[in-house]
């Protein structure tokens, strides 16, 4: 009888432990999400919106077309337990304002060297997926010193060697398509037209963006103006391939990681960042298209995490 009624005093302890194990696991998760703040900085004359949190180095995470910062909400508590994480809305996109005169990823980087000056940060490490990976090497290109770490997310440099078949192959032919007769098209058809990008670019379209983030993507995108802006990150290529061939001219001294989905664009986005870094580091994610993160979370966190 004492035998039993110990077995059921331990086994009722054991339970007891895991529940609050699992409790104050839960908690914790909880509270990581909540110190994440949405805040916004009037930087030269731009409005913009951005998620900070976190403690540590810094980390600033530059989303891509089709997606806002919301795109690096399942990984902030992540980050956040080693880093202060800035992860803006990029110019013209999101909850950012859209900027007067011309869009281009050498202005973009300089706005968000702002932003990131302006909340005390001296240095940094810089994260960027698609358009952002490009707004991202500009940002370490032009400010060298203050970036301590790059990371460049399944995309390409325009103006650097390969670029040319990326940019010119006609199952890209989004690159080209902006402007007046684009955007009436598009317009009140913008769940048709994203849904190519996030399914026809995934490697698989039933593990690629989910549902409740295709809804706030598309709603970001829908409002008066924000189509036109978003394009003129496509439309300021010409210009980005004249600033990025100079830039190229310096290589990058910063430790470096090249990331990006075996069905994508990893192995012309390695073979540009060798030759515009010294010290480059390539992961390739398997079984992803361009939505590395989405796709492959694990993969893409473990290696983000590791390198940064």
Not at 30 to 40: H, V
Not at 177 to 188: C, H, I, R, S, W
Not at 206 to 217: G, L, N, V, W
Not at 262 to 284: F, G, I, W, Y
Request: with cysteine.
């Amino acid at each position: 009888m004492r035998r039993g009624l110990l077995l059921v005093r331990v086994v009722t302890a054991i339970c007891i432990a895991v529940i609050f194990a699992a409790l104050t696991g839960t908690a914790r998760a909880q509270t990581a999400t909540k110190e994440f703040a949405s805040r916004e900085a009037n930087i030269d004359g731009t409005r913009i919106h951005y998620t900070t949190g976190g403690s540590g180095p810094a980390v600033v995470l530059l989303h891509g077309f089709a997606e806002t910062s919301r795109m690096w909400n399942p990984i902030l508590p992540v980050l956040g337990a080693k880093f202060t994480v800035i992860a803006p809305d990029l110019p013209g996109i999101g909850d950012s304002s859209i900027p007067n005169g011309e869009m281009s990823m050498k202005t973009a980087a300089i706005q968000i060297h702002d932003l990131v000056s302006s909340l005390g940060v001296t240095k940094a490490r810089v994260v960027g997926h698609d358009i952002g990976l490009m707004v991202a090497y500009a940002y370490a290109a032009q400010f060298p010193t203050e970036v301590e770490k790059l990371v460049v997310m399944d995309a390409f440099l325009p103006g650097v060697q390969g670029w040319e078949p990326i940019y010119d192959d006609p199952h890209y032919w989004h690159f080209r398509f902006n402007g007046p007769t684009p955007e009436a098209l598009v317009k009140g058809r913008e769940n048709i037209y994203f849904t190519y990008f996030w399914n026809d670019l995934a490697a698989d379209k039933d593990h690629s963006i989910p549902e409740t983030d295709r809804k706030a993507y598309l709603a970001a995108y829908s409002r008066p103006g924000r189509m036109r802006a978003a394009w003129g990150y496509f439309v300021s290529w010409p210009q980005a391939a004249n600033d990025f061939a100079k830039m190229a001219q310096t290589k990058l001294t910063m430790p470096v990681l090249s990331i990006g989905g075996d069905k994508s664009l990893a192995e012309p986005l390695a073979a540009q960042m060798k030759l515009v870094a010294a010290n480059v580091t390539v992961v390739v994610v398997t079984n992803s298209g361009h939505w590395i993160l989405e796709e492959q979370p694990k993969q893409t966190t473990d290696a983000l995490v590791k390198f940064l």
